[in-house]
């Protein structure tokens, strides 16, 4: 089992910036790939970003490309989501997941691509 922990939503005026962290422990952490999904109510879950854990390979939704930045701590199994240039539709809660396996490669930008979840964290852009 692994335990995701995501930490560092909030509430920041449109044009600023914030970072999400998510703290992976548990079974001895090797994920494939790691990701950002968000969701506003009577929403479905979409995707934002997603990193392959060993290359550091990088994948954006076409919303947030050129804002938002996903990068990885191996020697701490933390990713981070740098959301800079926030806008009133960033609002959201943020989960952080993990994916095992190759199938992410086909999957990376959909729920189905990601084993664990964490419980997400709120972010909130005023205008």
């Known amino acids: 089992q692994v335990q995701l922990v995501e930490s560092g939503g909030g509430l920041v005026q449109a044009g600023g910036s914030l970072r999400l962290s998510c703290a992976a422990s548990g079974r001895t952490f090797s994920a494939y790939a790691m990701g950002w999904f968000r969701q506003t109510p009577g929403k479905e879950r979409e995707f934002v970003a997603a990193?392959?854990?060993?290359?550091?390979?990088?994948y954006y939704a076409d919303s947030v490309k050129g804002r938002f930045i996903i990068s990885r701590d191996s020697a701490k199994n933390t990713e981070y989501l740098q959301m800079n240039s926030l806008e009133p539709e960033d609002t959201a809660v943020y989960y952080c997941?993990?994916?095992?396996?190759?199938?992410?490669?086909?999957?990376?930008?959909?729920?189905?691509?990601?084993?664990?979840w964490g419980q997400g964290t709120q972010v909130t852009v005023s205008s």
């Open positions: 997941a993990a994916a095992y396996g190759s199938r992410w490669l086909s999957t990376w930008s959909y729920e189905r691509g990601y084993d664990y």
């Open positions: 990193i392959r854990w060993s290359s550091g390979n990088t």
